[in-house]
C-alpha cells in the first residue's frame, strides 16, 4: 500500500526534552511537509522540503528542526526551544506542481504532549 | 502574504438539512482546494477547482470557484452523520511551489 506513516501515534515527553517524529513516505513524492495543529485551528506549516537534503522554514520554524537525507523521510524535532510543543503534528507529501499547488497526502498524524 | 478566510468558524445542524461553508480571498487565486477531518483523523483531500465559475460534485457535495476567482463554497445537501468533520479550504502560496495556505476550517456536528 502507498502512504504516509507517522509514528508514533502518541508522544509524551517531560519539558525540556528534544523529541523527534518520524514521517515516511512511499509515494515517491519529492515534497514533504510538516504542519502543526492546535484544538479549533487550521494547519500551520512548520517546514517543508522540496528534493532531499533541501528544506525551507514555514511560518512556524522557531523551535523545531528538520532532516531530508532520503526522499522517503523527513523527520522533525521538537526542540526544548519550543515554547508551546504540546500540539498535533501533521506530515504531508505531494508532487510538485509549480504555482498552482498540488493535493497533499497526509500521515496519521502525532499527538505530542509535552508536561 | 497570501491569506484565505473560512466562515463559519462552526455549524450544527440536524440531520437532513443542508451546510455550507465559504472561503474568501482578497487576491485572484489560481486553484482551491478542498479537505476534510474527520474528528481524530487527519485530512484527506476532497477536490480541486481551477476554473472561473468553476462547479463540481460529488455525490451531495457542491464545490463552486467564484467567477473572479477570489472566493470558493461548499455545500452539502441533507447531511448525515457520516459528515461531521472539518472542512479546510486551501490555496496556493504563490511565492512557495508546492505550498498550500489552509482556512482555519468550519467544524460540522450533525445532530441525528
Known amino acids: 500500500d502507498g502512504g504516509i506513516t507517522q509514528s508514533p501515534k502518541y508522544l509524551f515527553r517531560k519539558e525540556g526534552q528534544n523529541v523527534t517524529l518520524s514521517c515516511e513516505q512511499n509515494?515517491?513524492?519529492?515534497?514533504m511537509y510538516w504542519y502543526r495543529q492546535d484544538p479549533g485551528q487550521g494547519l500551520r506549516l512548520i517546514y517543508y522540503s522540496q528534493i532531499v537534503n533541501d528544506f525551507q522554514k514555514g511560518d512556524i520554524a522557531e523551535g523545531y528542526s528538520v532532516s531530508r537525507e532520503k526522499k522517503e523521510s523527513f523527520p522533525l524535532t521538537v526542540t526544548s526551544a519550543q515554547k508551546n510543543p504540546t500540539a498535533f503534528y501533521l506530515c504531508a507529501s505531494s508532487i510538485l506542481a509549480p504555482g498552482t499547488g498540488s493535493e497533499q497526502y497526509f500521515g496519521p498524524g502525532t499527538r505530542l504532549t509535552v508536561t | 502574504g497570501q491569506q484565505v478566510m473560512q466562515i463559519p468558524q462552526y455549524q450544527h445542524v440536524q440531520e437532513g438539512e443542508d451546510f455550507t461553508t465559504y472561503c474568501n480571498s482578497s487576491t485572484t487565486l489560481s486553484n482551491i482546494q478542498w479537505y476534510k477531518q474527520r474528528p481524530g483523523g487527519h485530512p484527506v483531500f476532497l477536490i480541486q477547482?481551477?476554473?472561473?465559475?468553476e462547479v463540481k460534485k460529488q455525490k451531495r457535495l457542491t464545490f463552486q470557484f467564484g467567477e473572479a476567482k477570489k472566493n470558493s463554497s461548499l455545500h452539502i445537501t441533507a447531511t448525515q452523520t457520516t459528515d461531521v468533520g472539518t472542512y479546510f479550504c486551501a490555496v496556493a502560496n504563490g511565492g512557495s511551489q508546492g505550498n498550500l495556505i489552509f482556512g482555519k476550517g468550519t467544524k460540522l456536528s450533525v445532530k441525528p
Open positions: 509515494l515517491n513524492h519529492d515534497a
Open positions: 477547482l481551477v476554473k472561473s465559475g
